[in-house]
Every structure is written in structure tokens, then in C-alpha cells.
């Protein structure tokens, strides 16, 4: 499973929080139609199909995932502002990268973090005009870095800006500081001093 440096999966988001792809692009085939499968259903547990589903269904925090993912999902299909096209198109592919972490070393972290990874996403493109200002770092680094934290959405998470790559990082229970992560991503502070991990990349960084 992708660690979502780049976070292909999210063109429906302007460059200014996330990343962004050519509003209005269509499909390989070409087809842009709105009755195109929109993959908002929850998976049926009675009958899941496939190794992933199964596994989704297995888990009750997952299981729990997939309903707040369809609900989230369906609620930013009716919301206005949204390319609702764009919208489908990237569920679908969101569908397709869940379902290679049947591959994954650590099947049940991808799954983990590619469901709150997307929620993250949906609730961030919801917000877009009340996006919070983005926290600029002073880091050894010769990649400017910065931080936008979203503490009142569900999970809560920070995109993490390093030179030209994001992260959507989730926030981790501590017993004391700040901290977010997701595979490859660590973001850790405490007592304003800051220490980030980016695939490996390892920086020592204060707020400006």
C-alpha cells in the first residue's frame, strides 16, 4: 500500500491544502457520467466479497471505519462546492488502493490508515473555506517545511508540507505532547521541540 506521499487521492481539494488534479478530468475512457458505480455502500458483512471485506468485517474497528467512511462519503456527494464527478472518481480509486493491502506486510495497519486516511480527506475537502493557517517550521533542513492541524474533525490529523511532498498524519494517544503519524511519517513535539521523520528523512525543527 502506497504511503501516499504525493496523495494522488485527493483532486477535489485546492493546492492550497492539499494537492490538487485538473477539476472536471474524466476517466481513461473517457466516460463522465454521474450514474458511473459510486462505491458509497458500506460492505455488506452478511456477504463480503474478497480477502479485504472479509478482513474489514473481521475486525469491529474497521468494520466501524467502513460504515463512517459510506455515511461521510455520502453526506459529500449532497454538499455544494463539490465536483461530485471528481468525487466518485476518486472513491473509486480509493476502493481499488484499499483492496491492495492484501499485500501489505501489515494488512490491518494499511487498512487502519487508508480508512482514516480518506476520511481525513472528505472532511478537509468539506471545510476548505475555513481551512486552518498552516504552522511554518524552522528545521536542519534544506526543504521548507510546514504543518496545517485539523483538531476538529474525526480523527484528527495534520497534512505535513516537505519541500514538494504531503502526508495526511493521524494523531496518536500520548501521555504527554503532540503526536501524529502514519507509515513512514512521525511528527513528535514536546515542549516546543519538535522532531519529524519523513521516509527516513529525520529533522530537528522549532515554530517559527
Do not use: N
Amino acid at each position: 500500500m502506497p504511503t501516499m506521499r504525493h496523495l494522488s487521492l485527493l483532486p477535489i481539494l485546492v493546492t492550497s491544502v492539499l494537492t490538487v488534479a485538473a477539476c472536471g478530468s474524466t476517466t481513461d475512457d473517457g466516460d463522465k457520467s454521474e450514474t458511473a458505480a459510486p462505491t458509497a455502500s458500506a460492505i455488506d458483512c452478511a456477504q463480503p466479497a474478497g480477502d479485504v471485506e472479509t478482513q474489514v468485517c473481521a475486525d469491529p474497528a474497521l468494520a466501524d471505519l467502513d460504515q463512517r467512511l459510506a455515511r461521510t462519503y455520502q453526506q459529500s456527494v449532497g454538499e455544494t462546492g463539490l465536483d461530485s464527478y471528481q468525487l466518485r472518481r476518486t472513491q473509486r480509486e480509493w476502493v481499488s488502493g484499499r483492496d491492495k493491502c492484501v499485500d501489505s506486510t501489515d494488512a490491518h495497519r494499511c487498512l487502519l490508515e487508508a480508512y482514516q486516511t480518506r476520511l481525513v480527506e472528505l472532511q478537509v475537502a468539506a471545510k476548505d473555506d475555513t481551512a486552518p493557517t498552516p504552522v511554518e517550521y524552522r528545521c536542519d533542513s534544506d526543504k521548507p517545511v510546514s504543518g496545517v492541524f485539523y483538531t476538529d474533525i474525526d480523527p484528527s490529523a495534520m497534512v505535513l508540507t516537505v519541500g514538494a511532498d504531503k502526508a495526511i498524519l493521524i494523531q496518536q494517544v500520548v501521555a504527554s505532547g503532540i503526536h501524529y503519524a502514519r507509515e513512514g511519517v512521525d511528527y513528535r513535539e514536546h515542549h516546543g521541540d519538535i522532531t519529524i521523520d519523513f521516509h527516513g528523512s529525520k529533522m530537528s525543527c522549532r515554530a517559527s
